[in-house]
């Protein structure tokens, strides 16, 4: 049997294969971040369709900051019960699934002005320009806070675990980057320092949920710009997330949509694939430390997926878009049709009401005419 369809562990989770849907907004949720309808929908069809790992679209902790519309929310008790029927479902269809948490940060350019939004220093956001409020002492002990609620939380909902979003510019990210971090207190300057919030978000989570409660981080590879986060620095986060108890490790890029013109472009001594834009720098991570590693973008050919799992020490591979396009995939490649997933990387899924495939739906409403 194909590696990729063998059974693997995050911390004491069991997958049944190596393949995960990695975070997805939907824009599905109610505006207050409640489950719905056509959300239960979407999960129940990813858990039918094979995939051993579901995580959610972002969830925010607090209910005052929110980059989104439409996007899950965790910030108080009042959704524990639907998370619930939520997990209780993805579970009867033998799938397990964590739950991403995240506070976007300047990475947005949703409701400016009708709210605060946090940030290590008062730096723009490259892609938005948007500006955030530099972060007091007890505001930052506020989000470490809401970040270990959120993940009690998400324990007692029944989900298998929780991704901490470390990437993307949102605000962990800033907070690790040095372009973004300005700071001159003990959170800005050294490495070691602006490590610091994401290491007392991982600590204080530890302290409610317990050492066995799986917790991953996703982290930024490298910031693909002069004076951003370098690989060497995300090498050196990685081993202090083992160091302190972290359970997995997705290693992404902060380039949405954009990752496809630059393959074959080479940043920090690693070059963007064809498949798999980011597996170079998830392989000499996997080399670093003893927790699992998932690579994450560009993967859509199971042939190349197989190569890179015999190759190098990378546990799991983490789709989005071939999802979007095709929610059984899994299964198919499974049972034999190893045929290139139906998705055309062409970032027409990246709507403004949410992330869903246009092209194949398209394609099936017009065979269902033709039928």
């Known amino acids: 049997m194909s590696k990729v369809f063998t059974q693997t562990q995050i911390g004491n989770l069991t997958l049944k294969n190596r393949f995960v849907r990695s975070a997805t907004w939907e824009n599905m949720a109610t505006e207050e971040g409640h489950m719905t309808d056509k959300l239960y929908g979407i999960y129940k069809e990813l858990a039918e369709g094979g995939v051993g790992l579901i995580v959610t679209g972002y969830a925010n902790i607090v209910p005052e900051e929110k980059p989104n519309a439409g996007m899950m929310g965790m910030y108080d008790d009042s959704?524990?019960?639907?998370?619930?029927?939520?997990?209780?479902l993805v579970h009867?269809?033998?799938?397990?699934?964590?739950?991403?948490?995240?506070?976007?940060?300047?990475?947005?350019?949703?409701?400016?002005?009708?709210?605060?939004?946090?940030?290590p220093s008062n730096v723009?956001?490259?892609?938005?320009?948007?500006?955030?409020?530099?972060?007091?002492?007890d505001e930052i002990d506020y989000i470490v806070q809401a970040f270990a609620k959120a993940t009690l939380r998400a324990k007692q909902s029944g989900f298998d675990g929780v991704e901490i979003h470390g990437a993307h510019t949102y605000l962990i990210n800033q907070f690790l980057s040095p372009y973004y971090n300005q700071r001159t207190d003990q959170y800005g300057g050294s490495l070691e320092n602006r490590m610091r919030f994401l290491i007392e978000i991982i600590e204080q989570s530890r302290k409610l949920v317990g050492e066995s409660f799986p917790i991953l981080v996703k982290l930024t590879a490298t910031e693909f710009f002069e004076g951003g986060l370098t690989f060497y620095e995300t090498r050196v986060i990685c081993k202090k997330m083992e160091?302190?108890?972290?359970?997995?490790?997705?290693?992404?890029?902060?380039?949405?949509?954009?990752?496809?013109?630059?393959?074959g472009q080479s940043f920090d001594g690693h070059t963007l694939q064809q498949e798999g834009f980011f597996h170079q720098y998830g392989a000499v991570i996997s080399q670093d430390?003893?927790?699992?590693?998932i690579t994450v973008g560009g993967l859509t050919d199971i042939a190349a997926i197989e190569q890179i799992a015999e190759s190098t020490n990378i546990q799991c591979f983490a789709l989005s878009r071939p999802l979007l396009s095709e929610p059984d995939l899994v299964n198919r490649w499974q049972s034999g049709d190893r045929s290139e997933s139906l998705c055309e990387t062409c970032s027409k899924c990246r709507t403004k009401r949410g992330n869903f495939c246009i092209v194949n739906k398209e394609r099936k409403r017009i065979i269902a005419q033709m039928g």
């Open 79 to 88: 959704f524990i019960e639907e998370y619930q029927a939520l997990t209780d």
């Open 92 to 119: 009867q269809r033998d799938s397990k699934i964590v739950m991403q948490l995240a506070y976007g940060g300047t990475k947005t350019t949703y409701n400016l002005g009708e709210r605060v939004i946090f940030a």
């Open 124 to 137: 723009p956001e490259k892609g938005t320009n948007t500006q955030g409020k530099a972060m007091t002492l």
């Open 243 to 263: 160091q302190i108890g972290v359970d997995g490790l997705i290693i992404s890029g902060n380039i949405h949509g954009k990752a496809i013109d630059m393959v």
């Open 289 to 293: 430390v003893n927790i699992p590693v």
